[in-house]
């Protein structure tokens, strides 16, 4: 008994010291739900992925409220521009997630659908890393305004949230880059606009994870306590940054990131 509750003392501090990671970096870059929370899950926990992406999904929309809610009072956040994009994702959102944990319960189609999700985030990663490489190198000129239509910001939520529904990953990795460099919103913004809007899909697709069965609620519960923890500090950091600064943060979690799910 001794040993048992010594192990479970020590998980849980483990989830709580992962969890400060990820509210570090999820409020300083709009990085670190799916992305770091999935590779953490499967490689130190060592959860099935579908269970990772529906335990991430609930972890990051608990994570995301208090994020979200401090960037909104910061004044981070494009209300037009996260509009048109939630019109597209959350429809798009709820008929993934449906789908995936459809497919999850029968074996004829569970170790394909593992197999899919998990290239389909690093392929995710790997564009997200290319995309912020490009902008980071572009930080020191001035950002000028880019004009967009509202079939755009619809189209690209569309795509961004049957992403996001199927693996989890999106925040940082795919909402950040669609405001930042598709419809030309600044970097600062697009931090928070992309929490604001993952918060939304993150709890759509814990939703339909949870429902299906796909989710620890003990290890979000303990993982979460410790985002909070984070997150605060790294608001205040955010405005001390510089883009570039911004940038290069972002770069790094996701290397790590991808460094995990090789592993």
Known sequence: MDVITTFLTLETLMQLGFGSLIGLCLGLTGVGGGV????????????QIVMAVGTASLISTIVKVNAGYSHIRAGNVD??????????????????????????NHPSTQSII?????????????????????KYRCADSKQTSKSYSNKVAVSAGVTCGSLLGSTGVGGGVLLLPAFNTLLGVNIKKSVGSSLVMALVLSALTALNYSKGGQSDITT???MSLGAVSG????IR???????????????????????MMFI
Not at 237 to 259: E, G, H, P, R
């Open 220 to 222: 979000a519960i303990a």
């Open 114 to 134: 593992t197999v899919v999700i998990e290239t389909t985030i690093v392929l995710i990663m790997l564009f997200a890393l290319l995309t912020m490489y490009r």
């Open 36 to 47: 770091l929370i999935i590779p953490i899950l499967q490689v130190v926990f060592g959860m």
């Open 79 to 104: 209300w037009k521009a996260l509009k048109w994009m939630l019109i597209g994702s959350i429809p798009a959102t709820l008929l993934t997630t449906e789908l995936i944990v459809l497919l999850n």
């Open 237 to 259: 950091l955010l405005n001390k940054f510089s883009d570039k600064q911004v940038y290069l943060s972002t770069m790094v979690i996701i290397t790590i990131a991808l460094l």
């Open 231 to 234: 997150v605060p500090i790294a």
